[in-house]
């Protein structure tokens, strides 16, 4: 079977639609498998993925919003924590891993871990250190405001799978599609 497409002016319109619909589906910046792209660098939906696995059975709240937020705002927290002197390694990081997995297997609410943390996994556990580092500090509020104005002044692009990205308050909120309409429950 053959398919034509007239490049005519019924033509014209349809490969428009074509074209608008591969550009809305590709994501962020026409880079595949992206789930977010900050100031040039990528964190792809596998990374966002593994984390969310690997800590959903440890922590609670993990959702892919929550922790792709992490992952963006991580670079910004490392470089004010560790100018401040209290930057966080990855063995502390996975000690931190470590002892809520033990935790949730003593308690019965996790299986027993077989395998390591993937490294967006620890980058979120180093993440949560390294904001308890800064709110330590003698001067935390203001290294916090400074690492806010950073997160706002962010180049970042999230994949509208993900939802939409406030920078400012460090959230990404679910997309609103106005035209879906949700079903009346059933009663």
Known sequence: MTVRFSAGRRGAPVLLALGALVVGLSGCSGQPGAAAVVDGETISVAELQDATTDLTPYLENVTQSNVLMVLVAAPVFDRAASAAGVGVSTQEAEALLDQAAQAAEEAGTAPARTTGFSAAAIEVARFTLLQQNIQGLPDGAEVTAQVSEELASLDAEIN???GEADLATG???PA????LVAA???G
């Open 160 to 162: 509208p799978r993900y």
């Open 171 to 173: 959230s990404i909120t």
């Open 176 to 179: 609103t599609y106005p035209w």
């Open 184 to 186: 009346p429950a059933v």
